[in-house]
């Protein structure tokens, strides 16, 4: 673990915790100086009837040191100490997520026994933050609060297009960015709905960026991309919200939250807790806790507090063929880059809900994450102030059809709220996932294990309003037919 404190105008000095597994400060080996500990004792020979030493020439004893020192096996690196003890129990197995450790499981217990590569892969990013201790943060470059979108295909526009509507229509005044890839620039008409929002579109690809991004990367969905937008915005507090996230209200006030004022950044829980099989801990040299994930889809980030994390976020994404085999997609490259350098976050308490239908045979199917304000304002209201449909986008629309008028049919893809009643602060509670009987990609909650009840609520009585507003606003729900 690496310990930084926040450079402002010169370069912090960056200091490394020792550990066993951490290189140590001596000089190396080389013909001008060996470590004392390094040396085979060198016993010369002894006269037992003169009871002399015979003494060696200077000459002599250095011949014979450079042998013992060439006939010597190369020391190996020592294996990293397993960090994942603390999570191989069955209360953090019970809710790791399948897809993912289907996935990866089998490369990850491989992974375990590299200890060349882990030490290796340690030491990589270790090496990032010294170097990147030079890239001080940018005095007087940033300034105020805003929020920050990622967007390129069609559809990823029209969603945050209509996110900014529901956003303006709570009077938020915030000041929008919205930042693509130089292949993904937005349409003419596009950009003059984004400007009609008082919303700026910002390339990635300006070279006067602090972290400017020329290309795309090989993977489909550019998840690289977050860190990148964050860093670059001219904001210095930034809300960022994923393109398929919707708000229910101004989240204007989250920028006061003592949560956050006390942190310098706010993150959000997901449904699953990372596997204790996985490389990650072993590679960021950190613990595994009994503790949920972090779902990306909102995260508030004061830039001047959290430059040095934010970078090995960044840093994190750009390696993503490493570190994508461990984490899935960017989403806890930020909470894993925060504890790597021992940085303080406030991971919001209060457990999500789902919203969703129900399927053929009358199951509930979850597709939409819901996540709520932290404790200080959720006292005050305690409605869910995000709506995420993560697994909406990807579900095709016809299952959510319903008669409205006759000969008028519209989509209404949330019908209930399902939510457990007492998930603040609660790692005991069983999330899963399935497929339904007409093929839908599903999220359900569990009970009859020890966790608490869970409590239905129709999806319109505890937003009214949302869902016809979302869709007057031009809202894609499910994915076309």
Known sequence: MLNFSVPEAEPAQPQTATTSTQPTDEAPETED??????????????????TKKAQPTIQEAEVRVSQVNAEKEPELPKPPSDRSQKCRTYDVARNTDTNHNNAHLDYWEQFQQETDTIARYRSQWQQFVIDDSQNVYPVNAFHGRGIVFVAGNRDTYQRVITSIYLLRHHHCTLPIEVWHLPDEAPSTAIIRQLKALNVMPRDLSNQKLVRPMTQRNGTEKQFQIKPAAIINSEFEQVL?????????????????????KAN?????????????????????????????EQESGQMVIHKKKSWRPLQ???????????????????????????????????MNPIYLA?????????EFCGHTMLQFPPPSYAMVNSQPLFVHANLLKVTSSAHFMQQDMPGIRKERPWRFVKQYTESKGNTYLRPEFYVSADGRPCMDFGTGQGEPAIRVTAFNEMLPDFQRLYFEYGGIGGAAS
Not at 33 to 50: G, K, R
Not at 266 to 274: E, G, M, S, V
């Open 312 to 346: 090995l976020a960044w840093y994190m994404n750009q390696n993503n063929d490493i570190y994508f085999q461990f984490l899935n997609g960017d989403k806890d490259t930020f909470k894993y880059a925060w504890k790597a350098l021992d940085h303080s976050y406030d």
């Open 240 to 260: 960022y919200m994923d393109s398929d996230n919707a708000p229910t209200a101004d989240p204007t006030f989250l920028f006061d939250t003592p949560e956050y």
């Open 33 to 50: 100086h060996i470590p004392f500990s390094n040396l085979t004792p060198v016993i010369w020979d002894y006269d037992p009837e003169t």
């Open 354 to 362: 789902m919203a969703g239908t129900q399927d053929e045979d009358g």
């Open 264 to 292: 310098g950044a706010l993150f959000w829980p997901d449904y699953w807790k990372t596997n204790a099989a996985n490389g990650i801990f072993n590679i960021l040299d950190i613990d595994c806790q009994d503790e949920w």
